[in-house]
Every structure is written in C-alpha cells, then in structure tokens.
Nanobody, 119 residues
Framework: QLQASGGGLVQRGESLRLSCAASGSIFSIDDMGWYRQAPGKQRELVARISSGGRTNYADAVKGRFTVSRDNAKNTVYLQMDSLKPEDTAVYYC???????????????WGQGTQVTVFS
C-alpha cells in the first residue's frame, strides 16, 4: 500500500528527493514519515509530518532535509540536501492509514529505497 522511490548513489553535498505514495481506497491518512536503517544499526526516525503539516526531524538531518506531503496525491516526500556519507542507509516510508471509516488507522511501511552517499 506504500510505494517508495527516488533513492540512488550520490556524492557528498548533492541532493536526492524521495517519494512515497499510498494506494488503495483510502479514507484518511494521519502521520506520514521517513525512517532509515544503516547496516548494523537500528531503524531510526528521519522526519515525520502530521495531516495538518506539523513536522519533526531527527537532529542529524535538521536544516538539510525537508519532509512534505501532498494530501491530494496521498504522497509524502523527503527532500535531502547537503547529503553526507553518514546518511547512507535504506530509507523506509511509513504512514498511518485508515481504509475503512469504521476501523482504526494502521501503520504501513514502504519497501525501502537505498540511499548511498560517497565522499
């Protein structure tokens, strides 16, 4: 139900933009966001955005990454600027989606997209 795209191999200082679209007959989407997992490390929050547009970021990416969403397209974006080698990880999108108005929203994960930054 979540399809991520936009990863790649870039040099230090360059930019990438990740996209993640939710599909299906969606009633509503609450928070959307991005997490990442580097080799040998736990998955960590990168950035999240509420349905109302409130954002929060990991300290490591503040000032460099920007999360946004297009509610009409059920899509969340992550603009990553001034990339560093330590940003190298698999990036996963996450969203709390309510498909049925009579049921609760559930958290869904995208398939992950690799971001590699070399010096």
């Amino acid at each position: 139900q979540l399809q991520a795209s936009g990863g790649g191999l870039v040099q230090r200082g360059e930019s990438l933009r990740l996209s993640c679209a939710a599909s299906g007959s969606i009633f509503s989407i609450d928070d959307m966001g991005w997490y990442r997992q580097a080799p040998g490390k736990q998955r960590e929050l990168v950035a999240r955005i509420s349905s109302g547009g409130r954002t929060n970021y990991a300290d490591a990416v503040k000032g460099r990454f920007t999360v946004s969403r297009d509610n009409a397209k059920n899509t969340v974006y992550l603009q990553m600027d001034s990339l560093k080698p330590e940003d190298t990880a698999v990036y996963y999108c996450n969203a709390r989606i309510q498909y049925n108005p009579l049921m609760s929203a559930y958290a869904y994960w995208g398939q992950g997209t690799q971001v590699t930054v070399f010096s």
